[in-house]
């Protein structure tokens, strides 16, 4: 009797090893379709994820290791329970991606998730993508394309996000995207073209800073744009003539300095104030036209006294364009500041 139990024993322990020897990926599966909200450092393939506060997938970190380049696959779930974050920080410094497939589940990039990835080459992000997050791709310098899926839900993509990326060419955007972000595209110095959007009402500060070679932007067929913020290109100096959208009402300080290749430039009707040195160092530019008499000039919004400034004669707006020539109404606020600084001035052509 006791040889039977001993053999039963013995068997009963060869079947609990043999079912803890299957690979971990399945055992963590199992066990995460129970997991609760909050349960943290799961294992799955090469990936480590977590619960996020939706109840759902989070990948929180990347185990690989290995010598050899390898493309990125992320998958859509986990033991049936969607990914749908990718978390801070989460693939940050990872060298050895080549590229990458996120899951069509997924909704939001987290701040830095692929920080200095430096050999990603293409990111396209899945239309259900809503926020993409601060420094998301911060110094991924081979990264060469980025695009969105057709009907896209972006709406956010945070400030310094392609902050560096010197190899990116082309970019193309979502159609709900509402502001471009500070430093968003930061000295992306291969980059020649850019289409923004209808829905984005803001270019905030430094926002394609220094990138070099811009030749173009193109604001879409009923924009809303009302404020291109300071430096928001300054050191662009490959872009070429812009036509404003007629939503606009701020240029901030040096928000086009150094755009050496500018030429002719219309400030619309619907422009309220330039910043100081808004377009200084435009060496080549020699036309300026202003359709609104009341524009103000200048940063400075109120005097020491408290009283509102609408031309500052210090605002340095059009320093160093020499050939340059103002068109703007007798009388007007652009007039008045040609008079000031001795930059000429001649009246509108009237219609007949």
Excluded: H
Aim: proline share 3%; with cysteine; hydrophobic share 40%.
């Amino acid at each position: 009797m006791k040889k039977i139990l001993a053999i039963v024993l013995v068997a009963v322990m060869a079947l609990s090893i043999s079912a803890c020897s299957g690979s971990d990926a399945q055992i963590d599966i199992n066990a995460a379709a129970g997991a609760g909200a909050g349960q943290t450092n799961l294992v799955y393939e090469d990936f480590i994820y977590a619960v996020n506060e939706f109840g759902d997938y989070e990948i929180t970190g990347y185990t690989y290791t290995g010598a050899i380049d390898k493309a990125v696959v992320i998958p859509n779930d986990i033991g049936g329970r969607p990914v749908t974050g990718i978390g801070v920080a989460a693939f940050k410094s990872v060298t050895t991606m080549t590229s990458l497939t996120l899951p069509t589940s997924l909704e939001y990039i987290s701040s830095s998730a692929f920080y200095g990835c430096n050999i990603l080459k293409s990111v396209e992000i899945p239309a259900t993508v809503t926020t993409i997050g601060d420094n998301a791709f911060w110094g991924c310098t081979k990264l060469e394309t980025f695009t969105v899926a057709e009907s896209p839900a972006l709406e956010t993509i945070g400030s310094n996000a392609f902050y560096g990326c010197t190899a990116l060419k082309t970019v193309a955007l979502s159609s709900k995207l509402t502001a471009v972000s500070s430093a968003t595209f930061f000295g992306c110095s291969e980059l020649t073209a850019i289409t923004l959007p209808a829905t984005v009402k803001t270019i905030e500060n430094n926002a394609f800073y220094g990138c070099a070679k811009l030749e173009t932007v193109t604001f879409s067929e009923g924009s809303a744009l009302k404020s291109i913020d300071v430096s928001a290109f300054s050191g662009c100096s490959a872009l070429k003539n812009v036509t404003f959208p007629n939503a606009l009402e701020f240029i901030g300080e040096n928000a086009f300095l150094g755009c050496t290749a500018f030429t002719d430039i219309v400030i619309p009707k619907s422009v309220t104030r330039i910043g100081t040195g808004a377009f200084g160092n435009c060496s080549s530019l020699q036309k300026v036209t202003f359709l609104n008499d009341n524009t103000a000039i200048g940063s400075t919004e109120k005097d020491t006294q408290g009283n509102t400034v609408v031309v500052d004669p210090d605002a340095r707006l059009f320093v160093n364009c020499k050939a340059l020539t103002l068109v703007a109404p007798e009388g007007s606020n652009a007039a008045k500041y040609a008079t000031i600084t001795g930059i000429p001035c001649e009246a509108p052509a009237t219609s007949n």
